[in-house]
T-cell receptor, first 116, second 116 residues
Framework: AQKITQTQPGMFVQEKEAVTLDCTYDTSDPSYGLFWYKQPSSGEMIFLIYQGSYDQQNATEGRYSLNFQKARKSANLVISASQLGDSAMYFCAMREGNWGTYKYIFGTGTRLKVLA | EPEVTQTPSHQVTQMGQEVILRCVPISNHLYFYWYRQILGQKVEFLVSFYNNEISEKSEIFDDQFSVERPDGSNFTLKIRSTKLEDSAMYFC??????????????FGPGTRLLVL
């Protein structure tokens, strides 16, 4: 079963506008972590933001925020004031497993293109 | 800022040859991981390692694969007899802990392996 679903294979956004990248997840664990990573064309995986399942507040890191809706099992990434350098592949991931056996499950990614 | 490093950045090998991919995790991190990403596809978990032993491995991580922490800093992935389908980007990652809030995995820049 698909544990992480990213339904948008590609997105366009105008420079300086905000964009939301969707992510839904499926787990029966009460304790889990959700992550977003950015992968530019150079290939590296850059950590952006983390949300713990027990966190009361939505996570924010600079221009990135995570719209965490636990009941709907969604963890959408919001990028405000998009910049040309934000053009990249974005992956949502979930920590799965028990203590000592954790691994990340990744979604298929969303390719974001920021337009000048 | 501390980072995960990987060598080599690119490796070309003949089918059936052994390859060793090297990683230096962040120095105070205790948990280490290998992932792979076949071109254009999602990132897949291979193996996690803690306290000098494998914690968890995926079905991809068969007998052809092994991991080792030969000294206090390096973490290696060995593929004994490479196959064409092993061609991928291999990412090493490390995390400080597995407790919520300190479980974020930081990825290295990857090694692009091409098997001919």
């Amino acid at each position: 079963a698909q544990k992480i679903t990213q339904t948008q294979p590609g997105m366009f956004v105008q420079e300086k506008e905000a964009v939301t990248l969707d992510c839904t997840y499926d787990t029966s664990d009460p304790s889990y972590g959700l992550f977003w990573y950015k992968q530019p064309s150079s290939g590296e995986m850059i950590f952006l933001i983390y949300q713990g399942s027990y966190d009361q507040q939505n996570a924010t890191e600079g221009r990135y925020s995570l719209n965490f809706q636990k009941a709907r099992k969604s963890a959408n990434l919001v990028i405000s004031a998009s910049q040309l350098g934000d053009s990249a592949m974005y992956f949502c991931a979930m920590r799965e497993g028990n203590w000592g056996t954790y691994k990340y499950i990744f979604g298929t990614g969303t390719r974001l293109k920021v337009l000048a | 800022e501390p980072e995960v490093t990987q060598t080599p950045s690119h490796q070309v090998t003949q089918m059936g040859q052994e390859v060793i991919l090297r990683c230096v995790p962040i120095s105070n991190h205790l948990y280490f991981y290998w992932y792979r990403q076949i071109l254009g596809q999602k990132v897949e978990f291979l193996v996690s390692f803690y306290n000098n032993e494998i914690s968890e491995k995926s079905e991809i991580f068969d007998d052809q694969f092994s991991v080792e922490r030969p000294d206090g800093s390096n973490f290696t992935l060995k593929i004994r007899s490479t196959k064409l389908e092993d061609s991928a980007m291999y990412f090493c990652a490390s995390s400080e802990s597995e407790g919520l809030g300190r479980e974020t995995q930081y990825f290295g820049p990857g090694t692009r392996l091409l098997v001919l």
